[in-house]
């Protein structure tokens, strides 16, 4: 029986969820690196890490059996070969180790940490499957204490770190006392740098943003006799968050379902008006000439009438929202196993958002999952932003998903060092500072307002400029350097010879 496997899947899983269990990722991984230092058949590693895989993915992902995302068995389908691939992928890195503890238990244990976060990497990219959740860093974004050396090597650098530590804790009985002291005092060196010292000093000037999480029902969002009462909670919130000046006034991704069309939305940027306060909203724009499909967007309403679009979504969800883009992806939409319609969007820059008696704030906007992809973030931080804000609606896909996605913006904050707002329909809609604590909330899954002020950004830490490219090939091209070393005899061999 495949105990270790399903019990380090099992402990994986858990420290997933949406609870403090997070740092049961530390310890999650060791039954099954035991198990695969053993003498055992190549296959049977695979396939105990394909059990781990399914345990630790399939309870991960186990929100989707809460969501109301469309009808039929599209969801099903596509949760079915997620599952499959995504099992497949931690399989594949249980036979790498597999494989190297053949010739060297301990050369596996070190190659570990670069083949987890290599497969880690990879499966986050639209050219494999597309899927950048339930990484092992996010398991730690709630105790941000922890997590501060994402600063320096971001998500995949964290996830580096949380392998490297149970294999460690696997290593450490083959050990002298001096070497593992010293393996304990470098396993330890990222906690360092949750000292106020490693992080750069936040601005002096802080920015006013009110949130609108207005707690539509998904079955409510598109009933036509509930435009107006929809759009009444919005104004009534709207007008509840305003007693106080603000800078910014943020509503949730799809709070605003008409077709914003290429002249923008006057009747958007007449409610600005009457606000006297710039409006950033989710939209959807009417295909624009040579292109075939809606794109998911956000706007910024102005005082003066505009409604320029300052962010497009890049990633929409596959099968759901994103529109058949492929052989496979239309065969399964005549199938009506795809229901999605909205293109791939491009990558945005900050809005410059002008401020009475102060220097303008440059300000990054997300829509939604893009904010899991941690490029993205990155990117409009090195173009200047100083604030960052994600836009969300998890009506449909339920209170788990959403307490996910709000791990994953205070993350956002910690790599980039930049404060972010989170504005969800259903919550959580949350004020994070650049440290990833939480300054505000609103009660999630309520009708709710407030305004908090956030201190804009000061300047960017080591993760800006280094990106997950370099840390992704540093942990990658080590384990290879690794796996090259099982090729050549050791000294032992050889004088054996």
Known sequence: MPVAALLSGAVLAVASLPAPCGPLVFVGFVP??????????????????????????????????????????????????????????????ALAVAWLARRSPPLALLAAPGLWVGIEFARSQEWLLAVPWNHLGYALADQP????????????????WIVAVNAALVLAPRLSVPLRSGLALLLATPLALAHPAFAPDAAEEALVVAAVQPAIEERERHIAERLQPNLRRLLDLTA?????????????????????????????????????????????????????????TAVLATRDGR??????????????????????????????????????GEAGAPLVLPRAGAAPAP???????????????????????????????????????????????????????????????????????????????????????????????????????????????????????IAAARFFPSRKESSDD
């Not at 979504?313 to 909205?342: C, I, M, N, T």
């Not at 504005?423 to 809609?429: D, E, I, L, Y």
């Open 240 to 296: 509840s968050a305003l007693a106080a000046p603000v800078d910014l006034v943020v509503w949730p991704e799809s709070a605003w379902e008409r077709a914003l069309g290429t002249a923008g939305d006057a009747f958007l940027a007449a409610i600005a008006h009457d606000l006297d306060t710039p409006l950033v909203t989710g939209a959807w724009r009417m295909p624009a000439a040579g292109q075939s499909s809606w794109r998911n």
């Open 363 to 481: 300000i990054g906007v997300l829509v939604c999952v893009d904010a899991s992809h941690p490029e993205l973030a990155r990117a409009l931080r090195l173009a200047g932003a100083r604030l960052l804000v994600t836009i969300a609606n998890e009506a449909g896909s339920g209170a788990w998903s959403a307490a996910l996605n709000a791990r994953v913006a205070r993350l956002r904050a910690i790599e980039n060092r930049m404060p972010v707002v989170r504005v969800a329909n259903t919550g959580p809609t949350l004020w994070i500072d650049a440290r990833g604590r939480v300054v505000a909330a609103l009660p999630a899954g309520e009708p709710a307002s407030a305004a908090h002020a956030l201190s804009l950004a000061g300047a960017a830490p080591p993760y800006a400029g280094i990106g997950d490219g370099a840390v992704v090939a540093a942990c990658f091209a080590t384990a290879l350097a």
């Open 145 to 160: 204490s922890l997590v501060q050396g994402a600063s320096l090597v971001g998500l995949y650098g964290l996830s580096a």
């Open 32 to 93: 099954l690196l035991r198990s695969l230092l053993r003498a055992r058949s190549l296959p049977l590693a695979f396939r105990d890490g394909c059990l781990a895989g399914a345990l630790f993915f399939g309870i991960g992902y186990g929100w989707v059996f809460q969501a109301e995302l469309g009808s039929g068995l599209a969801l099903a389908v596509a949760f079915v070969l997620a599952l499959s691939l995504l099992s497949a992928c931690f399989g594949a890195f």
């Open 307 to 344: 409604t320029p679009v300052v962010a497009e979504k890049v990633h929409p969800v596959p099968v759901y929202e994103r529109a058949p883009d492929g052989p496979a992806a239309r065969l399964l939409a005549r199938a009506g196993l795809w229901s999605g319609q909205f293109g791939r």
